[in-house]
């Protein structure tokens, strides 16, 4: 049979010999069902999410589970229904899940949405009834860049248990389950509550207010007497913080207000009126189809195209039928969830023929149970595995299930759930990987598979002689894998399973292992040992000798413990230059585990060991503690619309997948696809580039190389670039060639065939390493006051030392994409593409052909995020389009992979600084030399506008007498590195931070007094002469400190570090203020095109672009408020360069106080013309008073603009004003880190923010929390590493970590600066930026992570100052706590020395 069948959104679907290289979502998206993303391609961010509902056989029932369709292969699909992002609802009537996240303000750019919603909606299929905790986990798959997580985490907890809610939330984040009646309104003070603080038991007490309405809600809203009710009956309803009487008042947080109000008005949800599995699917599962039917058969499909890389397919039903069809294809691949074969296929782009599906093989999915063991059939999937292990440690006392339970604990940390649901046991076996997180707890366990193939039937190989080396096992071709057996544990047998990966969550792992021991009960003598570990060899390796010298011991002798970690630590020792890196590390994690082990085992052994105290200290298996946030702004508003917190105006298209992004629009009719050839090496000369054999391949259009650009074939402002190279390449990525051809899969393949020939020259790539050899731009920034050499001379204490900070991927979740349509007439050509500059886009590319300005339209619907990488460097992508589009008269399109992206699209600029710093004895500053260096790749891009910013953000928040601030961009064989949120300024914050840091730690003093002693007081005068007017760090200082109980808080840390060896917390306080403007003075102007239309509706256009961060709700707020009509009223559509032109990129979080006040005039000017017209038909519709004004000739257009007055700043003169303002925040962060391992937990984070009077507060509030989660990525998980050949390192997901809904604070606690005076601020309303200034208090969680290093490295005796660079991952953190396990694994210098390490910062 050569058809697969299945459902879509409940309708049948068959397709006759589907092509076999197609994934699901390809299909999907070819068929024009675009809800569903493409972000990654490789499992790693969950925006592809689809649900997937089956009939399983083995359980008699149907299961929804959310799969990856980026994964997922088409022909895989047979006999399920697929719901996507279209199956649920529209935004006129949208589902509940996508309802409440839109209207909590959970999607922003909303490329994750997709994602998300559907993750929820498996759930709520399987268990319409989930708690919070199963809510949180539910999202372990799925990655957001723009919110946080944590408004998508507060609308999905509104689908929690009722029992669950109405339980409290403890103290330390666990969740207790309490009746509703005693539970009260859960504010502090509720007349249910005792004194205490405890609940009120008695179920049955009333409250004391005498209603049914918590006294204290009834205390935060106000009843309006004179509006009528809206709910018919002539009473209030009584819902506290819902009812229509009901205004917000004085005082009163207005943030809970609104989101009781919204909440309020939520469809209930109804599991009963969800899509059906289809009854014929479930009779074509169970093999009970009438003949008129598909029936369920074997598959054998052959692709009807020879290019095809998959040729033939097979879906065997039998074990029989698979071994027979191995015997005849001996080298088919065998795919089960696909999770490794789509990996190796997207990536490494290995071809396998013919691939045999194993999923629908019972054979392969029994469980066996026997007295000795149980077996576990090769492919059932890890999420069915997890459940089956469940029910064995709930049935089995705890003694006999040790290995059950070491399994589940690491499948916990296995992938997200969308990998889980799909991938299978013998997938992870079978692969071999080093780093398998199975693997080495079957190891340990003693386990053995289970092999049968048709010549020799079946075998048993025990684990520990099946794996032979790197992705090599004991199988035999035409074997397969046919189950795991696994045996019960015995009493005194104790096995552990521990994990640490970049990330906790949805993460592979650095190193992994299996822990086991057997002991006598009585004398506690070791009879068995097995300690396996992933990630320190080529394959999964037992510590042999560790292990051998345990037996016969006793455990709990501490002596043993000793000599085990010797040995552990002389058989798990890599080599500097090991490949994955980390070598320190990974050999300090492998005693640092056993330590673990050996600590818990004798606490669960009763061994009295003085180890086993630690137990509860390095456990690792503590329930998940739950998040929670507070955000809080008062109810102060001045005005009908600008002010309150409406959700994102496009919320509600993103959430249905309706909202379109460049990929989302359909192909025009011949539409081609452009792949680039880009360059494998660093820095080379161009010698040839040959082209025919790419030509050849059937569908290959062009290739196009420098001299086929027939303008200017120099970019970016300082024309340093070329569009092509014509001689010389300049970074591993670089974009050689391009090739035009049909499709992208032809495209990418003729781009492989393009030979380039090269000859090497030198190349540098990291910032220290371009500041020793003196590659730098020429340019240099300068801020000098005073006279810091006599201050050196002559203060009590000077220091010296170095700063950095590393670079960051902007991983928006929608990649760069440009579609180019030719107009076929006067060289015009449309440009669709995901930037934030369409001007210079057009610009550019106008340039680029040679032809004028004025036939090129830039068009930007939206954007799948931005941060900044797209305000430059997406120009060029739109030049090859365009180009490409120019030689062939056809519609062109690109839209990069994520690893071409990463590989092309530079990052936050890495910066090095080195400091003299001259202070007294309390801490007070009074001289700083700084000199800093950033890495600016191959090119000048915006470096010098990043330097600028980040000389300027030096100072921070503190007055330093005499200054002398020296920047210069190095030049680098990167990518170039480019604007990024916070453009530079987080950067100068962070070196100087980090410096201010380490004189605490010289001087003995706490870095918060020293933060306090030099802050800036009102008009004091900055390094670049700028006064400060409307300063409120002071005030928000002393807020947090009292409302984050900072003193309290500190001693309570100090009293667990003391009281904890092996975890420690820490503590920061951490001011910022960011200037906003551009740094390039015409930059500095807004401008705006009004249309009121004949029936009253408004089209408003302007020169900022949607990325996510609302500013077309903003914009549309303004214009709504100044024409004084309903916000529904006005519309945007896009931003282009034909509405709005000469408009700055949308960037400096200046954008909506640019466009803003231009929408501003433009609608002021309307207004006033139209005033006489309303003033006479007052009470008329406004489409009546449009229309009447029309026919009496009046202009309904109105073009705005706006120039930022008074701005722009000498750099010589160190005159002039280079800031309009500041936008101001203080945050405190608490973490806990396990010293052990490096792995930490943000506990808590209060931030107070100044954004002046805010434009859309629940936006604002957006803001605050995205950014900080961006800020909190950069300085921790987020690695960005390069090989020594130049290439990048970090090139998808996989690798580069940004934080998971699990890495944000558990508890996260926002408010905004209400009532601060704004009399020097002249900006829209006396609203102020906001999109990049909380950034910088992301790092807070650093600092707070490098308090409680300082604390382990005091445990351990240690008392020099702590040098700690950024990020600090887990590696990091782990070497700097300096204990014994780090000594024994450190690898003595002479082996390091002349050495390239795997991978390296730049
Ligand atoms: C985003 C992501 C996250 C991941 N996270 C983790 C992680 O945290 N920990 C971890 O260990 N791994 C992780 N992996 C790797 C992968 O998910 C696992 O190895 C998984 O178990 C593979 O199972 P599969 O069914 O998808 O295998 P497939 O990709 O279908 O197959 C893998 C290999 O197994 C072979 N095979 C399958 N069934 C049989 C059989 N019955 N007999 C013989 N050979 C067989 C196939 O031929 C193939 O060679 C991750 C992968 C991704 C994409
Ligand atoms: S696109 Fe599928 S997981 Fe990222
Ligand atoms: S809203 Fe999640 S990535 Fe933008």
């Given amino acids: ?181 005693d539970s009260g309104c859960g504010l502090d003070g509720c007349c249910r509550q005792k004194e205490s603080g405890a609940r009120d038991t008695a179920a049955a007490a009333p409250c004391t207010n005498g209603s049914d309405v918590c006294c204290k809600q009834k205390d935060t809203v106000v009843r309006d007497p004179t509006t009528p009710y809206t709910n018919g009956a002539n009473a209030c309803c009584g819902k506290a913080g819902t009812c229509c009487k009901q205004t917000a008042q004085p005082g009163s947080n207005l943030a809970e207000i609104e989101k009781a109000q919204v909440i309020s008005q939520f469809q209930k949800y109804d599991p009963t009126q969800e899509l059906i599995f289809p009854p014929l699917l479930l009779r074509y599962a169970k093999g009970k189809t009438i003949a008129s039917e598909p029936q369920l058969r074997a598959l054998e499909i052959m692709s009807k195209d020879p290019q095809a890389w998959c040729q033939r397919f097979y879906r065997p039903l039998t074990l029989d039928a698979l071994l027979s069809i191995l015997s005849t294809h001996p080298a088919a691949k065998l795919v089960a969830g696909n999770s490794e074969v789509g990996v190796e296929i997207k990536l490494k782009r290995t071809k396998f023929p013919v691939q045999v599906a194993v999923n629908d093989i019972a054979e392969l999915r029994q469980i066996t149970h026997a007295e000795e063991h149980v077996r576990f059939g090769a492919n059932i ?126 993460d592979i792992a650095i190193v992994t292992c299996g822990l086991r021991v057997r002991t006598d009960v009585e004398t506690h003598r070791v009879r068995e040992a097995a300690f396996a570990y992933g990630g320190m060899a080529p394959t999964t390796v037992l510590a042999q000798r560790a292990s051998k010298c345990a037996v016969g011991g006793t455990w709990g002798d501490r002596a043993l413990l000793d000599r085990m970690l010797a040995e552990c630590q002389n058989e798990m020792r890599l080599d500097f230059t090991v490949p994955g890196g980390m070598a320190e590390y990974r050999a300090a994690l492998t005693t640092s585990f056993l330590f673990k082990f050996w600590a818990i085992s004798c606490h669960e052994l009763g061994i009295g060991a003085v180890e086993a105290a630690f137990a509860h200290e390095v456990a690792d298996d503590e329930q998940r503690v739950l998040s929670k946030g507070k955000q809080e702004y008062a109810s102060i508003t001045d005005r009908a619309i600008v002010g309150k917190g409406v959700a994102h105006l496009s919320a509600l298209k993103q959430v249905t997948g309706e909202a379109r992004y460049v990929d989302d629009m359909p192909p025009l009719q011949g539409e081609l696809y452009m792949a680039m050839v880009m ?327 706490s870095v918060e007094h020293i933060r306090e002693t030099n802050m800036y007081k009102l008009g004091d005068m900055t390094p670049f002469s700028q006064r400060l007017d409307d300063w409120n760090v002071p005030t928000m200082w002393r807020q947090v400190k009292q409302s984050g109980e900072f003193d309290r808080r500190r001693h309570e840390v100090d009293e667990f570090n003391r009281g904890s060896r092996y975890r420690k917390r820490g503590l920061s306080l951490v001011p910022t203020k960011f200037g906003i403007s551009f740094g390039v003075k015409h930059l500095n102007q807004g401008m705006s095109l009004v249309h009121i239309y004949m029936d009253g509706s408004v089209l408003v256009a302007h020169g900022g672009t949607e990325m996510g961060q609302g500013l077309h709700t ?27 032109a000469n408009t700055s990129p949308t960037a400096a979080s200046a954008s909506s106080d640019l466009n803003g006040y231009a929408v501003y005039n433009a609608c002021k000017a309307l207004a006033d013309r139209l005033r006489p ?84 507060k629940a936006i604002d509030i957006g803001q605050i929390e995205g950014a900080f989660a961006q800020g909190q990525g950069w300085t921790t998980t987020e690695e960005f590493l390069y090989f020594s050949n130049g290439r990048l390192f970090t090139q998808g997901p996989g690798n580069y970590k940004v934080p998971s809904a699990m890495d944000i604070p558990r508890d996260f606690r926002v408010s905004l600066l209400e009532g601060a005076p704004t009399s020097m601020l002249k900006t829209i309303f006396s609203s102020k930026g906001i999109g990049e200034p909380p950034l910088f208090l992301g790092a807070s969680v650093f600092f707070a992570l490098r308090d409680a290093v300082l604390a382990a490295r005091k445990h351990s005796g240690g008392t020099a100052a702590l040098h700690l660079e950024s990020p600090a991952t887990a590696e990091m953190l782990r070497l700097a706590c300096e204990d014994d396990f780090v000594e024994m694994a450190r690898i003595p210098h002479e082996q390091k020395e002349g050495r390239v390490p795997f991978a390296i910062r730049i």
Wanted: net charge negative.
């Fill in 1173 to 1256: 017209y309303r003033e006479r038909m007052a009470g008329e519709p406004f489409g009546k008073i449009a229309k009447t004004a029309y026919l009496d000739r009046c202009n309904l257009t109105a073009a705005g603009h706006y120039a930022t007055p008074d701005i722009g700043f000498n750099w010589v003169k160190n005159e002039g004003l280079l800031y309009f303002y500041f936008t101001q925040g203080v945050a405190l962060a608490e973490v806990e880190l396990d010293t052990l391992t490096g792995a930490h937990t943000t506990r808590r984070v209060d931030i107070v923010m100044d954004v002046g009077k805010s434009l859309n």
């Fill in 679 to 1005: 360059s494998p090496k660093p820095h080379a000369r161009l010698v040839s580039i040959d082209s025919a054999e790419a030509l050849e391949l059937p569908g290959v259009c062009r290739v196009l190389t420098a001299s086929d650009v027939p303008g200017e074939n120099k970019w970016n402002i300082f024309h340093d670039e070329e569009i092509l190279p014509t001689s010389e390449v300049h970074y591993v990525g670089q974009p050689v060639a391009l090739v035009v051809a049909e499709s992208q899969k032809i495209a990418q393949e003729a781009a492989r065939r393009v030979r380039v020939e090269y000859e090497d020259l030198p190349a540098v790539l990291s910032v220290r390493e371009a500041v020793r050899s003196g590659s730098l731009f020429d340019e240099v920034r300068q801020l000098k006051n005073g006279d810091v050499e006599k201050e050196f001379a002559s203060a009590p204490v000077v220091l010296e030392g170095e700063s950095y900070c590393g670079p960051q991927e902007h991983f928006y979740l929608e990649t760069m994409g440009s579609v180019t349509v030719p107009k076929g007439e006067s060289g015009e050509f449309d440009i669709y593409a995901s930037t934030q500059n369409p001007t210079e886009t057009q610009l550019v590319t106008a340039e680029v052909l040679g032809v004028p300005a004025n036939r090129i339209v830039c068009h930007v619907k939206r954007m799948g995020g931005g941060f900044g990488g797209k305000e430059s460097r997406s120009v060029l992508i739109a030049a090859f389009t365009t180009l490409c589009s120019y030689h062939t008269n056809k519609s062109v399109r690109i839209i990069l992979d994520r690893d071409e992206d990463m590989q092309t699209s530079g990052q936050r600029h890495p910066f090095y600084g080195k400091w003299k710093v001259a202070v007294d004895k309390t801490g007070k500053l009074l001289a700083l030399r700084m000199h800093i260096y950033s890495n600016g790749g191959f090119s000048h891009d915006l470096s010098i506008g990043v330097l600028e910013r980040a000389v300027s953000h030096l100072d921070n928040c503190y007055r330093i007498p005499h200054t002398d601030f020296v920047g210069r961009v190095c030049r680098t064989n990167t990518q170039s590195n480019t604007a990024f949120r916070s453009f530079g300024g987080c950067q100068g914050m962070f070196l100087l931070e980090s410096m201010l840091c380490e004189v605490a730690d010289h001087l003995g003093l």
């Fill in 381 to 506: 999937t890890l999420a069915r595995f997890e459940h089956v292990l469940g029910e064995l440690i709930r049935d089995h006392p705890e003694e006999r299930t040790q290995g059950f339970r070491a399994l589940r604990e690491n499948l916990r940390y296995f992938a997200g759930n969308q990998i889980r649901n799909v991938a299978t046991i013998a997938g992870n076996i079978a692969t071999a990987s080093p780093i398998s997180d199975l693997n080495p707890v079957f190891m340990a366990c003693d386990a053995s598979v289970t092999l049968v193939s048709l010549a020799a039937g079946a075998r048993t190989v025990r684990m520990a002689d099946f794996f032979l080396g790197y992705r090599r096992t004991a199988m035999q071709q035409g074997e397969v894998i046919l189950d795991v057996c696994v045996p019960f544990s015995q009493r005194g047998e104790i096995i552990k399973a521990f994990k640490q990966a970049k990330r906790k969550d949805d």
């Fill in 1114 to 1140: 903003k914009m549309a707020m303004i214009a709504a408020e100044t024409l004084e009509l309903p916000l529904e009223s006005i519309f945007i559509s896009e931003t282009a360069t034909n509405t709005a």
């Fill in 1 to 181: 049979m050569n058809s697969i069948f299945f459902y879509l959104n409940g309708k049948q679907v068959v397709l006759e010999s589907p092509d076999l290289d197609l994934t699901l979502l390809q299909y999907l998206r070819n068929t024009g069902l675009t809800g569903t993303k493409l972000g990654c391609g490789e499992g790693g961010c969950g925006a592809c999410t689809v649900m997937m509902s089956r009939y399983d056989v083995d359980l008699d029932k149907i299961v929804h589970a959310s799969v990856n369709a980026c994964l997922c292969p088409l022909y895989t699909v047979d006999g399920k229904h697929i719901i996507t992002i279209e199956g649920l609802g529209t935004s006129k009537a949208p589902h509940p899940v996508q309802e409440r996240i839109a209207l909590l303000h959970g999607s922003q750019c909303g490329f994750c949405t997709p994602g998300f919603v559907m993750s929820l909606y498996t759930l709520l299929r399987n268990n319409p009834n989930p708690t919070e905790l199963e809510i949180e986990e539910c999202f372990d798959g799925n990655l957001c860049r723009c919110t946080g997580y944590r408004p998508i985490l507060d609308a999905a907890k509104t689908f929690a248990d009722q029992a669950w809610k109405q339980g409290s939330v403890n103290p330390d984040g666990s969740v207790s389950a309490v009746p509703k009646s």
